[in-house]
């Protein structure tokens, strides 16, 4: 386990300007709005910004600030940050990242989540974090051989727990990082104090759960679901891409800086807060293209499709893939699971009665504010939620 620091070369930095300043920007199309993806006169904007106004060394300093490792678990490089609570009693928790994520998308709850609020004591509201990058993602790199689908990540973030010393602990994930959160509850169950994992929306939607009888929904659900099916039809073609042809889209994402910030700024746009016109408003400018520059500087386009082609593609076998025997004879032990769904366009009673058909958790928190990205949206309901579900040390 060797200790990290965030150093991107003077000539790393130089060569992203001059590609922004080269962009070939593509013909005149028809102005649609955001209808056929990211409109061209706001992504000159955004480039503008990036290649003139955005300060990566600042940037790197902020993330600087938090002590990062790298270590190798079962062949591969695994980065993550670890911070204790000034706390020596707090929960270890562990934060999962997804796409199109890092483990930057946390830097705003790190401070909040380690420090115990005023007269609270003994672990109850604190956290020492683990924020770990997702194999292809971040500094995780390079991914040395197949296989790295959610239960092999699963396993390898149990294991970095117990390296770290954390026989007990909790885990929380969004998108990408709920799969692994929810796999964890499985091969590592005996670890841990519970889970808690963030939806929206997009996320409910983009799985694709949608029952062939609707004989139990309401009128007002079955219309909601009908706009869930839109969205999965239209709203779904990068995973589609990703999870299909990675290397295709990988030379585009590689080569060209306007290209990566395209294809992940038209979701940021799409899983954000609705009330918030542009991704921006939602979660600033500079934490999208501190993201985005983690994306471009360790050419991660690619690798990370490359992990959600591996994820679309893995066999769902429970036992085979935990190390037990056959699955049909195998349920995991329960693990203790929260859920929070943001966003004013999920349905309670239908998001419940959808997510019943997979396994509902113990415990829903909603909130009609924020989206697919809470930790950057709204931090201080991130924040709020896990300080409830997770209260009190060893709970």
């Known amino acids: 386990m060797k200790q990290f620091k965030i150093q991107i070369p003077a000539h790393e930095i130089d060569d992203l300007n001059q590609r922004l300043s080269k962009t070939r920007w593509p013909g005149e199309m028809i102005n649609e709005g955001w209808k056929k993806g990211v409109p061209a006169d706001y992504l000159k904007k955004l480039v503008e910004y990036w290649q003139h106004s955005f300060d990566w060394k600042k940037q790197e300093a902020l993330l600087n600030k938090y002590p990062q490792f790298i270590t190798e678990i079962d062949g591969q490089n ?21 796409w199109p994520g890092s483990f930057a998308d946390f830097v705003n709850v790190i401070e909040p989540l ?10 109850l509201s ?3 974090l683990v924020i770990p990058s997702i194999p292809g993602f971040g500094f995780s790199t390079p991914v040395k051989e197949k296989g790295w689908n959610m239960f092999r990540i699963a396993a390898a973030f149990a294991s970095l727990m117990e390296q770290l010393g954390y026989t007990k602990f909790a885990v929380q994930g969004g998108d990408m990082g709920a799969g692994i959160a929810s796999i964890m509850s499985a091969v590592a169950a005996n670890k841990l104090i519970g889970t808690h994992v963030n939806t929206d929306f997009y996320s409910v939607a983009g799985l694709g759960m949608f029952p062939s009888d609707t004989s139990f929904l309401s009128g007002e659900e079955k219309l909601r679901l009908e706009r869930m099916k839109e969205y999965k039809r239209n709203g779904t073609a990068y995973l589609e891409i990703q999870s299909t042809r990675p290397q295709t889209i990988a030379y585009s994402l590689s080569d060209s800086p306007a290209g990566q910030l395209a294809w992940m700024v038209e979701k940021y746009k799409e899983w954000t807060d609705e009330d918030k016109e542009l991704p921006e408003d939602a979660m600033g400018i500079d ?9 471009w500087f360790n050419t991660t386009g690619a690798s990370s499709a490359e992990a959600l082609y591996e994820n679309m593609s893995m066999a769902f076998n429970w036992g085979s893939d935990s ?11 329960k693990v203790p699971a929260a859920m929070t769904v943001f966003g004013k366009k999920a349905d309670k009673s239908l998001f419940k009665k959808l997510l019943s ?3 509902e958790p113990d415990h829903y928190i909603f909130h009609e504010k924020g989206g697919h990205f809470p ?3 709204v931090p201080e309901l991130f924040v709020k939620d896990l300080r409830e579900v997770f209260g009190q040390s060893g709970s």
């Open 78 to 98: 695994i980065h993550f940050l670890h911070v204790r609570s000034s706390d020596p009693n707090a929960t270890p928790l562990m934060l999962i990242h997804g």
């Open 114 to 123: 380690a420090t115990p609020p005023s007269g609270k004591e003994n672990g």
């Open 126 to 128: 604190a956290f020492h």
């Open 287 to 295: 934490h999208i293209l501190t993201n985005v520059s983690l994306y």
């Open 323 to 333: 190390g037990s025997q056959d699955s049909s004879q195998w349920t995991p032990p």
């Open 357 to 359: 058909i997979t396994g």
């Open 375 to 377: 930790a950057m949206e």
